[in-house]
């Protein structure tokens, strides 16, 4: 299975970058896994609704760029579906099974995600009704993934 994490912003900070690239060292036996990195845009203080909605449309051009018409693209949103991890480990297996072996999953920049890129994806998933910093967020999820392959692979997790 192919899996790209396509996301606005690079990580900052060490100890994420490191915890996200143990994650990708783990995952490579399961999935080949690719992060995208794209340029986040620059967010004024007290920003106006307009210029939210200039820079959501200007990330979002670049994300929609990445989207492969064949994946099945899942964007986090705080309004997306929520699940177990064997809910989610489930959801990867099942597409496996029909066929979709390119899975994009898609994380907004601090603004959130522009319209079109919610309307590109094929699911909306939340972690939580919390929000997380998005260097954060891309390790969690890693996790997640890599916790999904592990129960499909009937291998122990920590529930």
Same mark, same amino acid.
């Given at each position: 299975m192919k899996i790209d994490i396509i996301c606005v912003g690079k990580i900052k900070e060490k100890f994420y970058r490191d915890a996200a690239l143990?994650?990708?060292?783990?995952? @490579?036996?399961?999935?080949?896994?690719?992060? =995208?990195e794209l340029q986040d845009e620059k967010t004024p203080d007290k920003a106006s609704d307009k210029e939210v909605s200039d820079i959501k449309s200007r990330e979002g051009e670049r994300i929609?760029?990445?989207?492969?018409?064949d994946a099945y693209v899942i964007t986090l949103e705080i309004l997306g579906r929520?699940?177990? @991890?064997?809910?989610?480990?489930e959801m990867i297996q099942e597409?496996?099974?029909r066929g979709m072996s390119? +899975? =994009?999953?898609? +994380?907004?920049?601090?603004?959130?995600?522009?319209?079109?890129? +919610?309307? %590109? %994806?094929?699911c909306h998933l939340s972690f939580s009704k919390m929000t997380f910093p998005h260097q954060?967020?891309?390790? +969690?999820?890693?996790e997640q993934i890599y916790r999904s392959f592990r129960i499909i692979s009937g291998e122990p997790y920590h529930k």
């Open positions: 143990e994650y990708l060292k783990r995952l @490579s036996r399961y999935a080949a896994l690719n992060v =995208q929609l760029k990445c989207i492969n018409p929520q699940y177990t @991890s064997e809910g989610l480990a597409l496996g099974v390119h +899975i =994009q999953f898609v +994380i907004g920049g601090s603004l959130g995600l522009a319209d079109e890129v +919610i309307r %590109a %994806a094929d954060l967020m891309r390790v +969690i999820l890693l």
